[in-house]
Nanobody
Framework: QVQVVESGGGLVQAGDSLRLSCVASGLTFSGYPMGWFRQAPGKEREFVAHINWNGDSTYYADSVKGRFTISRANAKNTVYLQMNSLKPEDTAVYYC?????????????????WGRGTQVTVSS
């Protein structure tokens, strides 16, 4: 059974940093590109960042480029999202998931094995 668990969220002030972690079990983690998405209240889930299977290729949404960094540690079955210079508009539930289409993707429909998410709240 595949299990994905995100952690590291919290309440911070604008300009602060957080590092999210996502641990996956029950799958061959190194074989999956991974993505981070977020969903704010009343909004659709949106793409944040993705990383290929070995971590040498990453891609970011324009809204987080230069502030967020995605990385992975395959030996730990873990993908990370380092978030710096946080803004109130970054407030959302953050989810990680595994791409099921054999490549990184911007589309949530291409991902499966979603975790329950971790809440990030940024106050102004």
């Amino acid at each position: 059974q595949v299990q994905v668990v995100e952690s590291g969220g919290g309440l911070v002030q604008a300009g602060d940093s957080l590092r999210l972690s996502c641990v996956a079990s029950g799958l061959t983690f190194s074989g999956y590109p991974m993505g981070w998405f977020r969903q704010a209240p009343g909004k659709e889930r949106e793409f944040v960042a993705h990383i290929n299977w070995n971590g040498d290729s990453t891609y970011y949404a324009d809204s987080v480029k230069g502030r967020f960094t995605i990385s992975r540690a395959n030996a730990k079955n873990t993908v990370y999202l380092q978030m710096n210079s946080l803004k109130p508009e970054d407030t959302a539930v953050y989810y990680c998931a595994a791409s099921l289409v054999g490549r990184p993707s911007l589309r949530a429909v291409d991902y499966g094995y979603w975790g329950r998410g971790t809440q990030v709240t940024v106050s102004s």
